[in-house]
């Protein structure tokens, strides 16, 4: 069965610090897509990547950065540089062909608090 | 930038109510979603929609709930009888199409309803 988890509850840090985020995933199916979304206190789901099952390089935007393994099943997101900005909640999703409706299925977030 | 807009941004409803929460997808898209967050929660999948009728469903989405499209820009979600615990974040999302290599999808801002 198709699952997302991301057993980081809850993370602080200080700003300037580096931070990782991690997101485990479960499919049988070889053929996906991973999406990770930040939300913020005023609660709208921003997209932030997405990468296909067949794409494994790493990615790399401003302070952003994502490492897909699939040998790990994960797909973990680096804030460098953290910034009081980047408080908010951020959820990893997963997306199977197989599914038919491509519906995401979410993991539980993980909320990140960056202090001044 | 075309956006996925919904409206009410708030909803305050007695229980046993019917609800309608609003949405208009994107012009081009042709696959519509509707997930549903409970506070402090992961968001989860309810339902989704192609061709005028539903693709699939969750197990959340009981007798109580229908969507419908209406007209050629609304995508509805009907609640026939409001109970206590559909208090949540509702999130209404669309895509072009939902085929291999394609099914990024764009999320409204939220309609917060609210059941006493």
């Known amino acids: 069965a198709q699952k997302v988890t991301q057993a980081q509850t809850e993370i602080s840090v200080v700003e300037k610090e580096d931070v990782t985020l991690d997101c485990v995933y479960e499919?049988?199916?070889?053929?996906?897509?991973l999406f990770w979304y930040k939300q913020p206190p005023s609660g709208e789901l921003v997209f932030l990547i997405r990468?296909?099952?067949?794409?494994?390089q790493n990615e790399i935007s401003g302070r952003y950065s994502w490492n897909f393994q699939k040998s790990t099943s994960s797909f973990n997101f680096t804030i460098t540089a953290s910034q009081v900005v980047d408080s908010a909640v951020y959820f990893c999703?997963?997306?199977?062909?197989?599914?038919?409706?491509?519906?995401?299925?979410f993991g539980t977030g993980t909320r990140l608090k960056v202090l001044a | 930038e075309p956006e996925v807009t919904q409206t009410p941004s708030h909803q305050v409803t007695q229980m046993g109510q019917e609800v309608i929460l609003r949405c208009v997808p994107i012009?081009?898209?042709?696959?519509f979603y509707w997930y549903r967050q409970i506070l402090g929660q992961k968001v989860e999948f309810l339902v989704s929609?192609?061709?005028?009728?539903?693709?699939?469903k969750s197990e959340i989405f009981d007798d109580q709930f229908s969507v419908e499209r209406p007209d050629g820009s609304n995508f509805t979600l009907k609640i026939r009888s409001t109970k206590l615990e559909d208090s949540a974040m509702y999130f209404c999302?669309?895509?072009?199409?939902?085929?291999?290599?394609?099914?990024?999808?764009?999320f409204g801002p939220g309609t917060r309803l609210t059941v006493l």
């Open positions: 929609f192609y061709n005028n009728e539903i693709s699939e």
């Open positions: 999302a669309s895509s072009e199409i939902a085929a291999l290599g394609y099914n990024e999808q764009f």
């Open positions: 999703a997963l997306s199977e062909a197989t599914s038919g409706t491509y519906k995401y299925i």
């Open positions: 499919t049988r199916d070889t053929t996906y897509y």
């Open positions: 012009s081009n898209h042709l696959y």
């Open positions: 990468r296909n099952s067949f794409d494994e």
